[in-house]
């Protein structure tokens, strides 16, 4: 399979993007040069600030969905490769956690 990437941008308008695509430099022009009408093209431009490689476009796409589900805290933890606050953030904090019983 081919080689892919999972990659977040941030925007001008400071939000982030999370997309995946098995040729990152490309895509990145492409995000930038408005080749789609997409959620990037009205807050151009657009800087790669985070990319991981994976081995095929599948763990790529997993990555993308997990990644695209977080809140801008945790994405700005991966972002500065912050695992321990990555971790942090991920954790369960309602009443129902096992560590919040007393």
Not at 57 to 64: G, L
């Amino acid at each position: 399979m081919k080689q892919s990437w999972v990659y977040i941008l941030k925007c001008s308008d400071g939000s982030y993007y999370t997309g995946c695509t098995t040729n990152l430099e490309q895509r990145i022009q492409e995000h930038n040069f408005k080749k789609y009408d997409s959620y990037t093209s009205t807050r151009l431009p657009v800087e790669l600030v985070y990319s991981q490689q994976f081995a095929n476009i599948n763990e790529a796409i997993a990555a993308e969905r997990r990644i695209k589900d977080w809140n801008r805290s945790k994405k700005e933890a991966l972002i500065k490769g912050d695992f321990d606050l990555l971790h942090n953030l991920a954790e369960c904090k309602n009443e129902t956690n096992y560590k919040n019983k007393k």
